[in-house]
């Protein structure tokens, strides 16, 4: 966003000498090699797909992932879909509902992906029940294998029901509920190709809609359905993207004051969003439901370069009287160095996220960067060889377009101006001091992770939402899960002290803040025990003796998910009260108390974490682990680049300050919304200050360069304002209501999403435009020690050939 007259030291020209030949030199060369590459990643875009993994969204090192992949093949994992069906009238205790559990059961187990040996319900061989008889003991599937819907048959599974302790966790307390629990691979099973949720979620709103009716409701929740609940949501971000484009088209049109000319701009975007794209797709990517804010803020940074590249070849040809070829010349040789090195911040920028270890945010900066290197070759070469081609259709008609807008916008920026006044920026400044304590004190505040119970990603009134809190009142034994695995020696199980120090840990978890119970193996037996033991109550204890210890255990088979083959690592299953953050940090700091200072026996170690819960710890320590190191690094970057770019201490802080001001500001406006930092969101400040880059450089080199010519601060201000200043007004009014439509998204992480980047895009403006000149009129007059000492480069040296 720099005008025609920015100066260009002798490196800067260096690299214009190189790089204009290919480009000016070569223009329908260049024109052909651009539309075919277009044309060749526009049909990779095409091809491109909606790819979520659950593996995606999960910190793979983390040590709690660790512990989780390690025992997955005993413990089972957490990406789990649940089918609850709910008797509208009555029990469960029906023929007709019991036969319609049967058929759910079975239509679960053949959804695609499904870990069959893990699918789970009163029907599966896998549910049993203990019963304490004359002659001791007798156990069977709580489901006979001669089941038959009748009453007789329901009133003897009611009675089995009773017996096999699932009360709350697959059947509601009220047992008007039931459940069919299921595990899913990430992995296609039959073809090894990443399994496709959108399917799933397809084929169990299916099942949904198959045994949904007037006396049984169906209610499904699941990773799989979340992702099948966004996708469908796509139709509705395409149509937000439409709606920006012909926001973005008018609001061109009325700046620039040419429908033709804003058009080109409005192409040249959408052209850099389809290599973004294409690229995506030709290296292998898919594009995840989480990035769907990318392609948006691509087309963000396209236009604000375009416009000001176009604006500046018109001025070119309505003030000097250039050709189109003479215009677009002396428009790059004065803008391609600021806007090349802005791209290049931005691209290093947003490189800095790749350091978060969770393949979805790596996908997303990988994703930016592509963009960014399309960005660059669109604007920064075809943008200049389709202008140098054309012309204004009415030059006169345009001058006197262009008197009446800058008519209008003088007095207002010359009124501006006063804040390069000593008053004036106190004031700006002392207001930011002010801003920035309470940004300081707000920061501590930030939750790491969700805030708010049911899937974060959807809004709480969404279907998916409002089957989970019906699930959460139906089943005290939540479906949040938080596994804590007890890793011990081989035949742990008869080994009393051992089995009784996991007993013990599971007694100090179950009287743990957010925790609702705990399930383990002792819970089944110690009912065994005392069975074995003429069913007296006061037998329901570990026994010390090993033989009656292996006895009991052993009546508890592998396949509850409680203990593996050899009983060298048993699950200790904390059902909780939800999975916001401040509850799992809670649950996962008392297991590391315990385990590093009650912890009796050290034979048996406590391992996190597994379950779905579990998982979220991990990725919840990640994001802390990795949001203070992320911003350092994109700040670091961000300032070598500006260093790079002016080589003055003012033009560094001056761009920098108002930058870590809205970076601040951006986490108070998290705590006062309720939005977490989270996979979805923490990407997005670093993005939101990639935009900020290119308003403030664009904008300070502006203001140094009319310094260096020898203007005072107000005049170069003023300068800045007519020409740069108002194209940063109008990209910051434009981007921030384009993706103002998505607070009204159906997606709730997308709704966070606009209304972050609706703040990063107004606050960034505001800094470029008021506290900048208010910091310059204490720092830039540095740059009146560099004045003369670097060529300008305008409109007069693109009438001389090189």
């Known amino acids: 966003m720099s005008g025609p007259g920015m100066s260009q030291n002798s490196v800067a020209r260096h690299i214009l000498r190189l790089v204009e030949p290919i ?35 999960v910190p793979q090192q983390h040590p709690y992932m660790q512990v989780f992949l390690k025992h997955y093949a005993s413990f089972g994992g957490a990406n789990t879909i649940v089918v609850a069906l709910k008797a509208r009238h009555g029990t469960i205790y029906e023929p007709q509902f019991m036969d319609r559990l049967r058929q759910v059961t079975d239509a679960v187990f053949f959804v695609p992906g499904v870990d069959r040996s893990r699918v789970k319900s009163i029907f599966t061989p896998n549910t049993i029940y203990v019963d304490v008889i004359e002659d001791g003991l007798a156990g069977a599937t709580v489901v006979p294998g001669d089941y038959a819907p009748t009453p007789e048959m329901v009133q003897r599974i009611r009675a089995n029901v009773g017996k096999a302790n699932v009360i709350g966790r697959l059947v509601s307390e009220d047992e ?66 439409v709606v920006a484009l012909l926001c973005m088209a008018l609001l061109l049109w009325i700046y620039i004051g040419s429908l033709s000319l804003a058009m080109i701009v409005l192409l040249t975007s959408l052209v850099a969003c389809v290599w973004e794209l294409g690229l995506l797709h030709l290296v292998g990517y898919g594009l995840d439901p989480f990035a769907m804010l990318v ?66 945010i790596r996908e997303m900066s990988i994703n930016a960067a592509f963009g960014m290197a399309g960005v660059i070759l669109v604007n920064k070469a075809l943008l200049p060889a389709v202008l140098s081609y054309l012309r204004l259709p009415n030059v006169e008609k345009f001058r006197h377009a262009q008197a009446v807008r800058e008519r209008i916008g003088d007095a207002v920026f010359r009124r501006m101006s006063v804040l390069t006044e000593r008053g004036p920026a106190i004031a700006v400044i002392c207001v930011c001091i002010g801003l920035a304590v309470y940004g300081a004190l707000r920061y501590p505040q930030v939750q790491i992770g969700d805030t708010t119970e049911g ?19 139906d089943f005290w034994l939540s479906t949040d899960i938080f596994t804590v695995v007890a890793e011990t020696f081989p035949d742990a199980c008869i ?62 088979p592998t396949t509850t998910g409680l203990l593996n083959k050899d009983c060298s690592a048993l699950a200790i299953q904390a059902y909780t009260t939800d999975h916001k953050a401040s509850t799992l940090a809670g649950i996962v700091e008392a297991v590391k108390r315990y385990e590093a200072g009650e912890n009796q026996d050290r034979r048996v170690q406590f391992r996190l974490a597994s379950g779905n819960n579990g998982v979220m710890a991990a990725t919840n ?57 989270k996979v979805a969101t923490l990407p997005v400040l670093a993005f939101a200050c990639g935009i900020g880059v290119d308003y403030g450089i664009y904008s300070y080199s502006t203001v140094a360069a009319g310094m260096r010519r020898g203007l005072s601060l107000r005049d170069a201000y003023y300068e800045k304002m007519r020409s740069t200043g108002k194209a940063t007004l109008f990209t910051g009014v434009g981007l921030a209501s384009g993706v103002a439509m998505w607070i009204f998204s159906k997606l709730q992480f997308q709704r966070d999403m606009g209304i972050l980047l609706v703040f990063g895009f107004t606050a960034n403006m505001i800094g470029a435009i008021v506290v900048l000149p208010a910091l310059a009129h204490f720092l830039a007059r540095e740059e009146y020690r560099h004045r003369n000492k670097d060529l300008t480069v305008g409109a007069e040296e693109a009438f001389q050939p090189r």
């Open 455 to 473: 899937v974060p990603e959807l809004r709480p009134d969404s279907r998916f939402n409002r089957d989970a809190r019906q699930i959460a009142r």
């Open 176 to 241: 008007t509920s039931a459940l069919v629990l299921a595990e899913l691979q990430d992995l296609d099973p039959v073809s090894r190709a990443p399994l496709d949720y959108v399917a799933v979620g397809r084929q169990l709103e299916k099942i949904r809609e198959q045994f949904e009716d007037d006396r049984v409701s169906v209610e499904i929740i699941g990773f799989a359905k979340v992702v099948h609940d966004m996708t469908e949501a796509s139709v509705e971000v395409a149509m937000f993207f």
């Open 621 to 677: 320590e990640e994001v802390r682990r990795n949001e203070l190191p992320v911003v350092i690094y994109v700040y670091a970057v961000v300032l070598l680049f500006l260093w790079l770019s002016f080589r003055t201490v003012s033009g560094v802080l001056c761009v920098g300050l108002p930058l870590a001001l809205v970076t601040l500001l951006g986490y108070a406006l998290m705590v006062e919304m309720g939005i977490g930092l």
């Open 495 to 556: 080994d009393y002290r051992a089995m009784a120090e996991i007993d013990r840990f599971a007694w100090y978890l179950r009287n743990t803040a957010g925790v609702r119970d705990v399930f383990t193996l002792f819970d089944m037996s110690k009912l065994a025990y005392a069975g074995l033991n003429e069913g007296r109550l006061n037998a329901q204890v570990i026994p010390r003796d090993k033989y009656s210890l292996a006895q009991s255990t052993a009546l508890v």
């Open 23 to 57: 480009i000016f030199g070569h223009r329908r060369a260049l024109l052909i090699v651009l539309g075919v590459a277009t044309l060749l990643l526009a049909w990779q875009a095409s091809m491109l797909k909606p790819q979520a993994g659950w593996l995606k969204m």
């Open 295 to 360: 392609p948006f803020l691509i087309m963000a940074v396209s236009v604000s370069h375009g416009v000001q590249y176009v604006n500046a070849w018109a001025n070119e040809i309505s003030t000097r009287g250039a050709t189109g070829y003479q215009a677009s010349l002396a428009t790059f040789r004065a803008l391609a160095i600021p806007g090349v090195v802005a791209l290049l911040t931005n691209v290093a920028g947003f490189s800095t996220i790749y350091l978060i270890d969770i393949d979805v």
